[in-house]
Structures are given as C-alpha cells and as structure tokens.
C-alpha cells in the first residue's frame, strides 16, 4: 500500500546520519522530508499540512509541487545474482546488468563457493535468468 511504501522509506530515512559539516547531505534529507510530506498529504491532509509547516514552509500544502519522478535516479548499474548449484543456494553475486547468458554463467562457475560444490564434477547444465539467478546443474 502507499502507507507501507513511505513507511519504508522513512525508516531507510531514519538510518541516516547526516555528516557534521556537510550541508548538502542535511539538504538532501531535509528534502526528502518534504518529499515523504507531499507524499502523505492525499492520505493525511491535515498531519501532512502541520508537518509542511512545521519544516518552515509558509505557503499550503495545497500550493506545493508534487515530486518529480526521474527514471535515471532508479536504474542499477549491477543486480544481485543468486548462484545456485543444483538447485541450492550457494553463492550471490553482484554483477553488471545485462550481461550476456555466457558472462553470467562463466562468473558463477568461477566464484568459490560454487567450486566447493561443483568438486570437480562435470557440469551437465547451466541455467540462467538474466540479472536474477544462475543454476549450474551437476
């Protein structure tokens, strides 16, 4: 739901400490704030409204922008591959995407763990997901 998904967001917010002496990560969170308040105001007009005056803002809620979404700010550079060895988990891997099947397959079959588990063995069969999972069948 839209509440669950800024509650994630705040509490990923909550982790964060803004370094003394860094203004541009106080104005970071601090806009992130405003981000997360705009967010509420269609669900809790009035608490959304305190808060947008309560961070110093003098004109309504109402009046505000809403966020501007940007596809660029979401993309990943690398996604997390599960490695699995006849169908066991055995190892992950953070690798570029959109690695071709081959370049998948050749970084699991190199990574130590899997070796542990491959022993030597022929490997009859290797399965990959694009940028989720490899499985090596032996």
């Known amino acids: 739901t839209a509440i669950s998904a800024v509650m994630e967001l705040l509490n990923d ?5 803004p370094a003394p002496g860094h203004p541009h990560q106080a104005a970071l969170m601090r806009l992130a704030l405003e981000s997360v308040t705009l967010l509420l105001a269609p669900i809790v007009p009035h608490v959304a409204e ?3 005056l309560r961070l110093g803002k003098k004109e309504s809620l109402l009046r505000a922008q809403w966020p501007v979404w940007r596809e660029e700010a979401i993309e990943q550079a690398t996604a997390l591959v599960v490695i699995q060895v006849n169908g066991k988990l055995r190892s992950r891997l953070s690798l570029p995407v959109g690695l ?5 397959a050749a970084q699991a079959l190199a990574d130590e763990n899997v070796h542990k588990f491959i022993q030597g063995r022929p490997v009859k069969k290797v399965i990959v ?8 069948v032996v």
């Not at 917010?13 to 400490?17: N, R």
């Not at 997901?129 to 090596?136: A, G, P, Q, S, W």
Request: proline content about 0%.
């Open 13 to 17: 917010l909550a982790l964060v400490t």
């Open 129 to 136: 997901v694009k940028n989720k999972l490899v499985n090596i």
């Open 50 to 52: 305190e808060l947008w």
């Open 100 to 104: 071709a099947d081959d370049a998948l």
